[in-house]
Each structure stands twice: as C-alpha cells, then as structure tokens.
C-alpha cells in the first residue's frame, strides 16, 4: 500500500507559477504510475498529467500542455506538478493518485484505475 499527502496549493494570481508536490510513504515508490487530478464543484474530476513508474513516460490533458509539467524523484518518493502560466479556469482541487506499474507500461488515464489517491490540494488562480 502507500500513502499519499499533496502540498503546495494555495492563491496565486493569473499568470503566475505554483508546484505541487506528492509525497508517498510505504514502499517501492518507483513501481507506481503516478498522476494527478483535478475537480471543481459540479464536475466529474479529470486527469492533468500522468508519469510512468519507469521510463517516465508522460500524458498531459491538452488544456495543460506546454503549461505543466509532471516530474518524479523515487529517492525521495516524491511526485511533482510544476504548474506555470496559471489561469483561473485551472482553479480546482488537485488530488494526486497512484496506482502499481512494475512494467512501467501503465498508460492509462481513466481515474478508476488509480487505486491510491491523496486528500486533495486546492489551488485558485486568481484573474
């Protein structure tokens, strides 16, 4: 199992840069696919990014790319989403989600195959 904790939300105004990051407790972090999330009130939570636990293959959700950016640190089981050029319709919940990837063929984006997820982190871009 493993246990995941999202920090670095918080206000920012259009425009600006936030990171967050997810650290993971438990073991062989670098055997999980790793993504991250977003909601916001009415709406069904969507993917932003998703990594690969090996290769570090990457999806962004076309409304991010070229904006974000998810990265890894197994030696500090660690998850980031470096997120720039913020706007106020990114403003959401952010949930970092995880899911066994020992192949590191993992590919999917489908938020039911994520098994482990974190409390969620609100981020408001303000315009």
């Known amino acids: 199992q493993v246990q995941l904790v999202e920090s670095g939300g918080g206000l920012v105004q259009a425009g600006g840069s936030l990171r967050l990051s997810c650290a993971a407790s438990?073991?062989?972090?670098?055997?999980?696919?790793m993504a991250w999330f977003r909601q916001t009130p009415g709406k069904e939570r969507e993917v932003v990014a998703r990594?690969?636990?090996?290769?570090?293959?990457?999806y962004y959700a076309d409304s991010v790319k070229g904006r974000f950016t998810i990265s890894r640190d197994n030696a500090k089981n660690t998850v980031y989403l470096q997120m720039n050029s913020l706007k106020p319709e990114d403003t959401a919940v952010y949930y970092c989600?995880?899911?066994?990837?020992?192949?590191?063929?993992?590919?999917?984006?489908?938020?039911?195959?994520?098994?482990?997820w974190g409390q969620g982190t609100q981020v408001t871009v303000s315009s």
């Open positions: 989600a995880a899911r066994l990837d020992y192949s590191g063929t993992f590919y999917s984006t489908a938020e039911y195959e994520y098994r482990y």
């Open positions: 438990g073991r062989s972090f670098s055997s999980y696919a």
């Open positions: 990594i690969t636990s090996t290769r570090n293959r990457v």
